[in-house]
């Protein structure tokens, strides 16, 4: 197996085991009693109506937590996808690996700020995988 598609295959799982932990944690983890709970409690008692339809807080924390873990899915089938690509194609494909690692570069910048260290170090994990990728990757054999 040539190294950018081990990279790309990495960065794959990574992904796939980010996303089933926010999907456990994140969206259907049960929260904390205390200040949380409170919080929470508020987000879901406070209805208002938007477009049409009665929404909540919760409702956008909810749905944007799913929204993520479906997007993180999505990627690492992308990310699988592109290996097998790689495995002929790896020079012609850094512009999207490129962008992949912007991407979570961006991603860990924003987790850090918001939310705490574990999905920081996937992260950078996974922009390293595509950091890797990107400068193994060699012209296409004859």
Not at 22 to 51: D, S, Y
Request: net charge positive; charged share 10%.
């Amino acid at each position: 197996m040539n190294k950018p598609v081990l990279f790309l295959r990495v960065a794959s799982v990574l992904t796939l085991i980010h996303a089933v932990l926010h999907t456990i944690g994140g969206v259907f983890g049960k929260t904390a009693p205390g200040p949380a709970a409170v919080a929470v409690a508020a987000m879901k008692a406070n209805q208002f109506p938007l477009m049409g339809n009665m929404r909540s807080f919760w409702d956008f924390y909810f749905g944007l937590g799913l929204a993520l873990s479906i997007s993180m899915t999505a990627e690492a089938i992308l990310m699988w996808q592109l290996a097998s690509l790689a495995k002929t194609e790896a020079r012609r494909l850094r512009p999207m690996m490129a962008t992949f690692l912007v991407a979570y570069l961006l991603i860990a910048v924003n987790s850090y700020a918001h939310f705490f260290p574990a999905p920081v170090v996937f992260e950078i994990i996974i922009a390293g995988c595509f950091g890797a990728a990107i400068a193994t990757a060699k012209e296409r054999a004859a």
